[in-house]
């Protein structure tokens, strides 16, 4: 790295994988620019000002970047929109490297982020875009399917019996450190997912034995769902999510790749070692009720 280009921005850094990748690439030294929307200090980086809905806070948060970890806009049906003249304009100020956070179910060219991964490969030399199966986190947090077992002790989709390799955020931010600090860039997308492939109601029946609360799958139609979601986000990006969900039950999400052990030289964690480590505290450390 040049003297004058020698920070990695992490877009999202106070976000699921954000943080961690900040907290990853501080700890083993690296110079950080930590980047949000209200420029939260993380621990070890430097905070700055990021949104995407403003291009003026671009300039400020590139100045220094060599390498850049990229969170796309949430809930946007179209971040290419946003994503690619900033991208742009990161390969004018000097930027070397991106890493993209993607989706195992978006393949390069398709829909939403889909777009901005088959772009990267043009703008830049070094790159990689990371393409995760679905969060463990979405069990333990503050989103719907967590909400939903705390409430009610149910998780609602229109999965079906489709298996998902549900990934612990910790090994996305491993694999994305990998990816930005390596000397050779991965320069392809990395299919990230965890040990095993598990249906919904493997993942209740994991909480009910951990937890000792009952929990249960309650499976919707590709409408119900939908419109379930429309609720809390635009009717657009619901209808893309139960999509999804879809696209599970029909089994595109029926797999396991090799990619944490191989660029980590570690397992990924399973489900039930995520779960007996996860319920009884929060993510930021303060005290959460058991689900039982």
């Not at 790295?1 to 877009?11: C, D, K, N, P, R």
């Not at 490969?121 to 967590?146: C, E, I, K, Y």
């Not at 396991?256 to 929060?282: H, I, N």
Request: proline content about 6%; some cysteine; hydrophobic content about 40%.
């Amino acid at each position: 790295m040049g003297a004058s280009q020698e920070f990695t921005l992490v877009i999202g850094a106070t976000g699921t994988t954000g943080s961690r990748v900040a907290a990853r690439l501080a700890a083993a030294g690296r110079r950080v620019k930590a980047a949000s929307r209200r420029a939260t200090p993380v621990d070890g980086s430097c905070a700055v000002r990021f949104d995407w809905d403003d291009p003026a806070s671009f300039e400020g948060a590139l100045e220094g970047v060599d390498r850049v970890y990229l969170i796309p806009p949430l809930g946007s049906s179209d971040p290419a929109a946003v994503m690619l003249p900033f991208l742009q304009q990161a390969r004018t100020a000097g930027v070397q490297r991106a890493v993209l956070l993607s989706s195992s179910a978006i393949p390069a060219g398709g829909p939403a982020v889909g777009q901005v991964h088959q772009a990267l490969p043009g703008l830049f030399d070094q790159w990689a875009v990371l393409r995760p199966s679905w969060f463990m986190q979405n069990f333990t947090g503050t989103l719907m399917h967590a909400r939903n077992i705390k409430a009610y002790g149910t998780i609602h989709t229109a999965a079906d019996d489709g298996r998902v390799g549900f990934i612990d955020a910790d090994d996305i931010a491993a694999v994305a450190v990998h990816a930005l600090t390596e000397t050779r860039a991965p320069n392809t997308d990395l299919i990230i997912t965890g040990p095993q492939a598990l249906s919904y109601d493997d993942i209740a029946a994991t909480l009910t034995q951990v937890t000792g609360r009952i929990t249960t799958h309650r499976r919707l139609t590709y409408e119900q769902m939908r419109d379930r979601l429309a609720a809390d986000m635009p009717a657009e990006f619901a209808a893309m999510l139960a999509g999804m969900d879809r696209a599970i039950a029909d089994g595109a999400e029926d797999r396991t790749t090799d990619t944490v052990q191989r660029l980590t030289g570690r397992p990924p964690r399973s489900f039930r070692a995520f779960a007996e480590r996860s319920l009884p505290t929060s993510t930021c450390g303060k005290a959460e009720p058991r689900l039982a």
